[in-house]
Structure formats: structure tokens, C-alpha cells
């Protein structure tokens, strides 16, 4: 693993403020393969390169797939928060943005919700409840129509992650609730910044804390419901947060 600090300047995607303070990270330990990360006190990590946008394609999709367990891991999400949701909301009507292999859309339907999806996959095969494309730039959604805004480790890959929740809040019913998971830094006070496992500088854009997504989706105008840290890869992915919000409606 290579480390060193950096002296660059660059602005806050989230905040504006100019930063100074960034650490290369290589996955590989070959320094040439570093990612260039940015820290503001705003609490986020930002890559100094907007990653890749070239979408992913099938054959990135089958390692989930391959893995032994990923159906078992894939359904505890749903399993877990659902119940949680289905109290906030009368409606069952959802939305999974960038849902890769669509196997929340399965098991929301199987709970007798009415289930839609975008994703900007290659392979995607459009459909009347499936969209072929980049949910940042889309025309194709319409507001007030979903009960649920399903954003499962997508917030950190998009260009202009304020926007995409204040379009997420527009897409929502009145009383509508957003479910993010996405990586959570805080846990790298508590380990070496190398063994953390979302350093990934051709996927990932911005890292946030707790704090820092809490703090954004208040002031778009939404009440945090739950929100938690998650130790255990029993979700698929681990050292990242979870959250329900809910559209503020009276």
C-alpha cells in the first residue's frame, strides 16, 4: 500500500470551500496507480478526477453474481429496512437507481411492491418499468410518483451529488422516503486509511461521513428517520452507512 501527502489546491465539490490537504492511495501498491483524494472539513473525501463515466457492462455485473452467498447478501437490505419503510409510507411504488443487478427490484416486488429501475448499464434492456440511462442527466422520470427512492452505493459515483438528491426529493410522494447506503469515512478514524475498502478512484467520486449526508438532506428538506453504521459484509459491502429519510410533508 503507497501513502504520502500532497500539497494541491482544489474547491469542494459539496461546500465551495477551497482545500489544500489530499492523500494518494494505491490499491495495487504501485504508486502510479494512485487515486488523488481530497479532504474538506465540510466531512468529505472527494477523487480529484471525476472517475470513469464510461457505463459498466454485463461482464462487470457477473462477479456479484459468481459470488457463493450474493443472493443471501444481496436480499438482507430489503429484508432489514423494508419492514421500516412500510410503516413511513402508504404507498408501494419504488425506485432503484443504478441497480446493477436488479435483485432489490425482485424482492420489493416480491413484497408486493410495484417496482422500477434506472441504470445506465450497456447491457440494460429498457423496459416499461426499466430505463436505460444516467439518472443524473435524465428526462425520463417524473415528479411526485414514487413512494420510495432506493439509492444503494450510488451517491458516492455521482458528478453533482446535490443535485441528484434535491431531483431524488422531487421524484418522492409528499410523505416519500429515500434509502441511501453509501461508504461512511468516519470509520477511517478508527483503522489505517489503507485497510479501509472503498478507496476506488475509477468508480467513486465522493466519500461522505454521517454527519455530512445528515446535514445535506436536511436542508433539501428531508427528516432523518434511522441512520447507522455497518460493520458487517453481511450487506454486501461494510464500513459504509445506512439511511432512511423521509420527505418532510407538513
Known sequence: MSEKIIVDKRC??????????????????????????????????????????????????????????????????????????????????????????????EYFKERGWVSFGIEKNKDTKETDRIIKDDFESTDKLYKSTYDLVWMSHVLEKFKDPLSALYKARELLQENGVLYIATPDIDFLYGKPSGEWTHWNKSDN?????????????????????????????????????????QRIYF
Open 205 to 245: 467520486h465522493i466519500l461522505w461521513n454521517t454527519r455530512s449526508v445528515k446535514r445535506e438532506l436536511e436542508r433539501i428538506g428531508f427528516n432523518i428517520v434511522m441512520c447507522r453504521r455497518n460493520y458487517y459484509s453481511r450487506f454486501g459491502f461494510y464500513h459504509d452507512l445506512h439511511l432512511i429519510a
Open 12 to 105: 469542494c465539490p459539496v461546500c465551495g470551500r477551497p482545500t489544500v490537504l489530499a492523500k494518494a492511495i494505491s490499491e495495487t501498491g504501485d504508486p502510479k496507480d494512485a487515486g488523488l483524494w481530497y479532504y474538506c472539513i465540510c466531512g468529505i473525501i472527494f477523487n480529484k478526477d471525476f472517475p470513469d463515466p464510461e457505463p459498466k457492462t454485463e461482464e462487470y455485473l457477473k462477479k456479484y453474481r459468481d459470488f457463493k452467498e450474493y443472493e443471501l447478501i444481496a436480499k438482507q437490505p430489503v429484508r432489514i429496512y423494508a419492514p421500516i419503510i412500510e410503516e413511513l409510507t402508504m404507498g408501494r411504488k419504488m425506485l432503484d437507481i443504478g441497480f446493477g443487478t436488479g435483485k432489490n427490484m
